[in-house]
């Protein structure tokens, strides 16, 4: 049975192609996720995509992930990085891998962005590569998981 890695977005991720490019790039979440899947099927992979703006369903999917078998997750918290005591929290007691993902370099851009309250509970954070950021971070929690040679 393939290793099962979530996707989780947070708000306003699902407007993904119609806000700024020059932060957050052309593609749809749509055309992201599709991009994503291809990739992890080359790996042996599967992944489960989910969004929500909500911040008591991102929890509920991370509580669900605790039962279901889930191997890795990536995760772009959106604006809820910077303010989510609750996602923290709920990160905490987590023990597969958490990579927490952004489009855009949250440290070149307006103060508030460079803190980020996920960041002290995940293996790693990947920022600044728009789409990329995902395919690098599945591709490190691939090796992590030894699905693929390091």
Known sequence: MAALI???????LNLLGQRPGQHYGQLSLSELESQLQSQALTLGIQLLCQQSNHEGQLLDWLHESLRDG???LILNAGAY???SIALADALEVIAY???EVHLSNIH???SFR???RLTPH???QISGFGPLSY??????LAQKLQLIPG
């Not at 979530?6 to 306003?12: C, D, K, M």
């Not at 395919?135 to 490190?140: D, E, H, P, V």
């Open 135 to 140: 395919s690098l971070a599945l591709q490190a």
């Open 108 to 110: 070149a851009r307006e």
């Open 70 to 72: 889930t191997a890795g």
């Open 114 to 116: 460079h803190h980020s």
């Open 122 to 124: 995940v293996w790693g």
């Open 6 to 12: 979530r996707v989780i977005n947070g708000p306003n």
């Open 97 to 99: 891998p958490v990579i």
């Open 81 to 83: 990085t910077h303010t």
